[in-house]
């Protein structure tokens, strides 16, 4: 039996002994903590001074093992690295041998590298693979010459090896499916190492450099830890350890990728180091699981064994999930920067003219989501192709085509690294390049002067047609210029040129990709001797654009946004046509890109646009259906291009009606920006200074929160209403009683969709209005049908006003704003002179107003918020129900609100509301945090959402909370 079958336990020894020995040997230090360790022990320790870490190693570690480890310590530190250095004890000795219940133990002081482990970076992103990889490259680099005999030891962490312990320690994987994949993989990965062996270099390695052994301290950078693993080994075996480890993580791809591209920098591996290393990471990540199996099985309290193993499990999943050509070639881009110095071949695969067709995310191929359908591609593109004229697509494009609706972000592999060619009459294709020509399924690969021409397609799309043969049986030479094979007439072919002759790689990548896979298939614009690189896309670019010129106080949503430039239904998409479902958008309700509201707006725009003193139809129109939605005697509109000036408005008919100034506005509200609106706007959310910098003619009432306001539970309007009683008396008594009216939202939209407690509002109106005061009701933001059983917010609470300021929703994005009264308040505005909005109901305008209300109508928009909102709702509150630090699920209809709390006194946590906003981006939905203490999720998407958009978020929600709380 291998040793690998039996690795050493930890030592057994009590912190007492620990104590002992160090009084003995190296003075008076303070055991602090134990740390961590597979089968060592370790504590850290202090004096005065400093801090050390004690290291107990087991019984199977020899002398000469930590001798070579201290020389090699001399070594690193010598060529600048941050390492551990050995204390000697009192007699002089690096090492003291110590004999704890009869076993040998060696014993050593190491200084104490401060900083923090990468591990612990919750978001180790690029920049610390990078960090790694550079810290693995410079100690291979360091140790290059090193030789010490204490090096040659047996190992089960030694990379030459990992298939025997895996042998070894297979079974101890309780899971049969489980043991069986690692067999599995242990089979090919033996094929694929076998024929690598004699081009492996072998020295001296550290072994084990992760980013669990490489910390970071601000002060002093960079450090590593734990050289127990020192040995010679295969070089390569250097980088393996910190590969696996990507594996662990999310995007672990592009975190390998960087970290094999800064270690490259230090160690110019050979050939075989390079295709190893695929192999050895997918074994190394084996070797892990299967270790740590058994560690756990022979000693089951070590929690740090057992913690790990989720991890490690995890490593294996995601790395047996990968295909391992395409590992082989993006490793060896990665390591030598691809093909940049090579010339590109200069001939063409197709002579004549081609038409050049975007599919990129802006095109107006596309249209009403055309680009969902099956498909899409070939048929935009035969519609462009003409005899003579085949249609190309672009290369470097991010293909809307290939988006996932519901799917995290940058799951979708969109950018193109190949072109296709669709053709309208049979068309030959010719060598660009003298070489080989083989027969590949579906279309041939011509390979020569170190490019790969990849051609494919469909069926018979691409017939090889050779001169004097039929197909090709065996691989042939053609020459420059020679024909190659036929498009079929309506067929598409896929094109693809690599640098060197590995394989052929996906037609389209994800986006995190991308920059990896344009070093292997790069742009091949010369086979078709026209420009078909699409421009390059960069959201940051732009983001430093809008910093430098779009004054900031106007926010951005998320600190690394991504870039949106299309809609369509209650779905978004960036420039990298990664497609997020719009969570927050309560102006859009009939959906983002609403064929009727584009219709309308732009055959209106061609016919005309003007101002409502003209006398057009649309003006009329779209009065008259608003003044039918509203209750009975509010049959007055004014037309305006906003929520701010909808609720200037109201405020100055008030004002006017009553020849009074003094206003009623609840805390924890948001009007809008204008110098009324603004003067009403209470909300801390939108202006920390709001409470104390209001005007005098605004009174404060108190936020009718029955969830977390000053009265909660159902009596809660009748304690709010004598609150507001006391109010009224204290300023009839102040002589500031002449009330010209209140200004209120029928839900707490700005709270998250709170509902008022009911009673409240005919409660408030009723006292208002014995004042001689007008009552506005600011339906901005939750009226227009979102609420689902009801279309005005006021009717949830059985209450009338005077006045109804709305806007957002009626033009579903196109500014548009309406106040709706009663003849007499209308009339009496009229001593102020006439009212004139230059866009307000223009004739664009009002027509895109009345497809807003056409689609609400005749698409069942407020039955969809009714039924979808209800289960959306109902969803959220079955999470409540798993996850205590959602404290209340407010709203109705599809105005809903997901307030989240920490602890039993449900404390708001605004710093979990960002994180899993920002985790939620990643998983592809876009929501956003509200309110005063900014920690309600707000939940008020388009009403045309789908049901399995729901779920998908529900689900989403449900593994972000998990994340963000784990
Ligand atoms: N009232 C309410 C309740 C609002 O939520 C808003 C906007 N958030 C406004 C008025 C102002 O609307 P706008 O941004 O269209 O000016």
């Given at each position: 039996m291998s040793i690998y079958a039996a690795p050493p336990a930890r030592?057994?020894?009590?912190?007492?002994e620990v104590r002992g020995v160090l009084e003995q040997h190296w003075g008076a230090l303070r055991i602090v903590t134990e740390l961590g360790s597979q089968q060592d022990r370790n504590f850290l320790v202090e004096d005065g001074d400093g801090r050390y870490v004690f290291k107990l190693a087991n019984s199977a570690t020899t002398t000469a093992e930590l001798e070579a480890q201290h020389l090699a310590l001399q070594r690193l530190a010598a060529a600048g690295l941050r390492v551990p250095a050995p204390v000697p004890a009192r007699d002089g000795r690096e090492v003291a041998p110590l004999t704890i219940r009869g076993e040998q133990l060696p014993a050593r002081?190491?200084?104490?590298?401060?900083?923090?482990?990468?591990?612990?970076?919750?978001?180790?992103?690029?920049?610390?693979?990078r960090w790694l990889g550079d810290t693995a490259g410079r100690v291979a680099r360091a140790l290059e010459h090193f030789e010490h005999p204490g090096t040659d030891r047996l190992s089960q962490w030694d990379v030459r090896t990992g298939l025997d312990v895996v042998a070894a320690l297979a079974a101890s994987v309780p899971s049969p499916v489980r043991r069986a994949q690692i067999l599995e993989a242990a089979e090919w990965i033996a094929a694929r190492l076998e024929p690598l062996r004699d081009g492996l270099v072998t020295q001296v390695i550290h072994a084990d450099i992760t980013d669990d052994n490489v910390v970071h301290d601000d002060a002093s950078g960079l450090g590593i830890i734990d050289f127990g693993d020192l040995m010679r080994s295969w070089r390569i075996g250097e980088l393996v350890p910190m590969a696996a480890s990507c594996y662990m993580r999310d995007e672990p791809d592009a975190l390998l990728f960087e970290t094999v591209a800064a270690f490259a920098e230090h160690v110019e591996s050979t050939d075989a180091e390079l295709a190893a290393l695929w192999p050895l990471t997918v074994l190394r990540a084996a070797v892990l699981v299967v270790s740590g199996e058994h560690q756990v099985m022979v000693d089951g309290d070590n929690d740090y064994a057992d913690l790990r193993r989720t991890a490690e499990w995890r490593a294996f999943a995601q790395a047996v999930e990968r295909d391992p050509d395409e590992m082989d070639v993006l490793v060896r881009a990665a390591a030598r920067g691809g093909f940049a110095p090579r010339e590109l071949p200069a001939g063409r695969l197709i002579d004549g003219p081609v038409e050049v067709v975007d599919l990129s995310v802006l095109s107006d191929e596309y249209d009403a989501g055309s680009w969902l359908e099956s498909g899409a591609e070939t048929r935009i593109l035969l519609r462009r192709a003409a005899p003579g004229r085949p249609a190309v697509t672009c290369w470097g494009e991010y293909r809307l085509t290939r988006t996932h609706p519901r799917a995290p972000r940058g799951a979708a592999a969109t950018f193109a690294v190949g072109v296709d060619v669709a053709?309208?009459?049979?068309?030959?294709?010719?060598?660009?390049?003298?070489?080989?020509?083989?027969?590949?399924?579906?279309?041939?690969v011509l390979m020569g002067g170190g490019w790969s021409l990849w051609v494919g397609g469909e069926g018979s799309a691409v017939a090889v047609d050779v001169p004097g043969a039929l197909r090709i049986a065996e691989p042939r030479s053609v020459r420059r210029g020679e024909r190659l094979a036929l498009v079929r007439a309506g067929t598409a072919a896929t094109v693809q040129l690599t640098a060197g002759d590995g394989i052929r790689p996906p037609h389209c990548v994800r986006p995190l990709l991308a920059a990896h896979w344009r070093r292997v298939a790069p742009d091949p614009s010369p086979l078709f001797g026209t420009d078909i690189t699409a421009p390059e896309v960069s959201p940051a670019q732009t983001l430093q654009r809008r910093d430098a010129a779009f004054a900031s106080a106007q926010e951005h949503y998320y600190g690394q946004p991504p870039q949106i430039e299309r809609g369509w239904r209650e779905f978004l998409i960036d420039t990298e046509a990664q497609t997020y479902v719009d969570v927050v958008n309560n102006v859009t309700i009939a959906g983002h890109a609403h064929p009727g509201v584009v219709a309308a707006a732009s055959r209106q725009w061609s016919l005309l646009n003007t101002n409502s003193r003209f006398h057009y139809a649309a003006v009329a129109e779209l009065s008259e259906r608003l003044a039918a939605l509203a209750p009975e005697g509010l049959d007055r509109v004014f037309l305006v291009n906003s929520g701010s000036e909808a609720v200037d408005l109201a405020l100055r008919l008030a004002f006017t009606a009553t020849g009074r100034s003094r206003m009623l506005a609840a805390r924890e509200a948001y009007h809008g920006w204008t110098l009324g609106a603004d003067s009403v706007s209470t909300s801390l959310g939108d202006n920390p200074r709001a409470l104390t910098t209001r005007p005098s003619w605004v009174e404060l009432i108190d936020a009718p929160n029955p969830v977390r306001g000053t009265h909660r539970g159902p009596d809660a309007a009748a304690a709010y209403l004598a609150d507001l009683d006391r109010l009224l008396d204290d300023l009839e008594a102040e002589g500031r009683a002449e009330l010209a009216g209140v200004i209120i939202e029928p839900i707490f939209g700005n709270g998250g969709g709170v509902?008022?407690?009911?009673?409240?509002?005919?409660?408030?109106?009723?006292?208002?209005?014995?004042?001689?005061?007008i009552c506005i009701s600011d339906e901005v933001q939750v009226g227009y049908?979102?609420?689902?059983?009801?279309?005005?917010?006021?009717?949830?609470?059985?209450a009338v006003p005077d006045v109804i300021a709305v806007a957002k929703a009626m033009g579903n994005g196109q500014p548009l704003g309406a106040v709706i009264t009663t003849a007499a308040i209308a009339e009496a505005f009229e001593q102020e002179g006439s009212f004139f909005s230059s866009a307000g109901g223009s004739p664009v305008s009002s027509r895109v107003g009345?497809?807003?209300?056409?689609?609400?109508?005749?698409?069942?928009?407020?039955?969809?918020?009714?039924?979808v909102g209800t289960e959306f709702a109902e969803a959220l509150r079955g999470l409540a129900e798993r996850h205590p630090a959602i404290g209340a699920v407010h709203g109705?209809?599809?105005?809903?609100?997901?307030?989240?709390?920490?602890?039993?006194?449900?404390?708001?946590?605004?710093?979990?509301?960002?994180?899993?906003?920002?985790?939620?981006?990643?998983?592809?939905?876009?929501?956003?945090?509200?309110?005063?203490?900014?920690?309600?999720?707000?939940?008020?998407?388009?009403?045309?959402?789908?049901?399995?958009?729901?779920?998908?978020v529900v689900g989403a929600l449900d593994r972000c909370l998990s994340r963000a709380t784990a």
């Amino acid at each position: 039996m291998s040793i690998y079958a039996a690795p050493p336990a930890r030592p057994v020894v009590s912190v007492e002994e620990v104590r002992g020995v160090l009084e003995q040997h190296w003075g008076a230090l303070r055991i602090v903590t134990e740390l961590g360790s597979q089968q060592d022990r370790n504590f850290l320790v202090e004096d005065g001074d400093g801090r050390y870490v004690f290291k107990l190693a087991n019984s199977a570690t020899t002398t000469a093992e930590l001798e070579a480890q201290h020389l090699a310590l001399q070594r690193l530190a010598a060529a600048g690295l941050r390492v551990p250095a050995p204390v000697p004890a009192r007699d002089g000795r690096e090492v003291a041998p110590l004999t704890i219940r009869g076993e040998q133990l060696p014993a050593r002081l190491l200084t104490f590298v401060e900083g923090t482990p990468l591990l612990a970076h919750d978001d180790l992103g690029p920049e610390q693979a990078r960090w790694l990889g550079d810290t693995a490259g410079r100690v291979a680099r360091a140790l290059e010459h090193f030789e010490h005999p204490g090096t040659d030891r047996l190992s089960q962490w030694d990379v030459r090896t990992g298939l025997d312990v895996v042998a070894a320690l297979a079974a101890s994987v309780p899971s049969p499916v489980r043991r069986a994949q690692i067999l599995e993989a242990a089979e090919w990965i033996a094929a694929r190492l076998e024929p690598l062996r004699d081009g492996l270099v072998t020295q001296v390695i550290h072994a084990d450099i992760t980013d669990d052994n490489v910390v970071h301290d601000d002060a002093s950078g960079l450090g590593i830890i734990d050289f127990g693993d020192l040995m010679r080994s295969w070089r390569i075996g250097e980088l393996v350890p910190m590969a696996a480890s990507c594996y662990m993580r999310d995007e672990p791809d592009a975190l390998l990728f960087e970290t094999v591209a800064a270690f490259a920098e230090h160690v110019e591996s050979t050939d075989a180091e390079l295709a190893a290393l695929w192999p050895l990471t997918v074994l190394r990540a084996a070797v892990l699981v299967v270790s740590g199996e058994h560690q756990v099985m022979v000693d089951g309290d070590n929690d740090y064994a057992d913690l790990r193993r989720t991890a490690e499990w995890r490593a294996f999943a995601q790395a047996v999930e990968r295909d391992p050509d395409e590992m082989d070639v993006l490793v060896r881009a990665a390591a030598r920067g691809g093909f940049a110095p090579r010339e590109l071949p200069a001939g063409r695969l197709i002579d004549g003219p081609v038409e050049v067709v975007d599919l990129s995310v802006l095109s107006d191929e596309y249209d009403a989501g055309s680009w969902l359908e099956s498909g899409a591609e070939t048929r935009i593109l035969l519609r462009r192709a003409a005899p003579g004229r085949p249609a190309v697509t672009c290369w470097g494009e991010y293909r809307l085509t290939r988006t996932h609706p519901r799917a995290p972000r940058g799951a979708a592999a969109t950018f193109a690294v190949g072109v296709d060619v669709a053709v309208a009459v049979d068309t030959p294709l010719t060598a660009p390049f003298d070489g080989t020509l083989a027969a590949r399924p579906g279309g041939f690969v011509l390979m020569g002067g170190g490019w790969s021409l990849w051609v494919g397609g469909e069926g018979s799309a691409v017939a090889v047609d050779v001169p004097g043969a039929l197909r090709i049986a065996e691989p042939r030479s053609v020459r420059r210029g020679e024909r190659l094979a036929l498009v079929r007439a309506g067929t598409a072919a896929t094109v693809q040129l690599t640098a060197g002759d590995g394989i052929r790689p996906p037609h389209c990548v994800r986006p995190l990709l991308a920059a990896h896979w344009r070093r292997v298939a790069p742009d091949p614009s010369p086979l078709f001797g026209t420009d078909i690189t699409a421009p390059e896309v960069s959201p940051a670019q732009t983001l430093q654009r809008r910093d430098a010129a779009f004054a900031s106080a106007q926010e951005h949503y998320y600190g690394q946004p991504p870039q949106i430039e299309r809609g369509w239904r209650e779905f978004l998409i960036d420039t990298e046509a990664q497609t997020y479902v719009d969570v927050v958008n309560n102006v859009t309700i009939a959906g983002h890109a609403h064929p009727g509201v584009v219709a309308a707006a732009s055959r209106q725009w061609s016919l005309l646009n003007t101002n409502s003193r003209f006398h057009y139809a649309a003006v009329a129109e779209l009065s008259e259906r608003l003044a039918a939605l509203a209750p009975e005697g509010l049959d007055r509109v004014f037309l305006v291009n906003s929520g701010s000036e909808a609720v200037d408005l109201a405020l100055r008919l008030a004002f006017t009606a009553t020849g009074r100034s003094r206003m009623l506005a609840a805390r924890e509200a948001y009007h809008g920006w204008t110098l009324g609106a603004d003067s009403v706007s209470t909300s801390l959310g939108d202006n920390p200074r709001a409470l104390t910098t209001r005007p005098s003619w605004v009174e404060l009432i108190d936020a009718p929160n029955p969830v977390r306001g000053t009265h909660r539970g159902p009596d809660a309007a009748a304690a709010y209403l004598a609150d507001l009683d006391r109010l009224l008396d204290d300023l009839e008594a102040e002589g500031r009683a002449e009330l010209a009216g209140v200004i209120i939202e029928p839900i707490f939209g700005n709270g998250g969709g709170v509902l008022l407690p009911q009673g409240y509002l005919a409660g408030v109106y009723e006292r208002v209005r014995a004042l001689g005061g007008i009552c506005i009701s600011d339906e901005v933001q939750v009226g227009y049908g979102r609420l689902g059983e009801f279309f005005w917010g006021f009717e949830q609470q059985d209450a009338v006003p005077d006045v109804i300021a709305v806007a957002k929703a009626m033009g579903n994005g196109q500014p548009l704003g309406a106040v709706i009264t009663t003849a007499a308040i209308a009339e009496a505005f009229e001593q102020e002179g006439s009212f004139f909005s230059s866009a307000g109901g223009s004739p664009v305008s009002s027509r895109v107003g009345l497809a807003v209300l056409d689609a609400l109508e005749t698409e069942g928009l407020q039955a969809n918020a009714r039924e979808v909102g209800t289960e959306f709702a109902e969803a959220l509150r079955g999470l409540a129900e798993r996850h205590p630090a959602i404290g209340a699920v407010h709203g109705m209809g599809l105005y809903l609100g997901v307030e989240l709390v920490a602890g039993a006194a449900f404390t708001p946590d605004a710093a979990l509301a960002g994180r899993v906003c920002d985790l939620l981006l990643a998983e592809g939905c876009i929501v956003q945090p509200t309110g005063d203490h900014k920690n309600v999720l707000k939940i008020k998407p388009p009403l045309c959402i789908a049901r399995e958009s729901v779920e998908y978020v529900v689900g989403a929600l449900d593994r972000c909370l998990s994340r963000a709380t784990a």
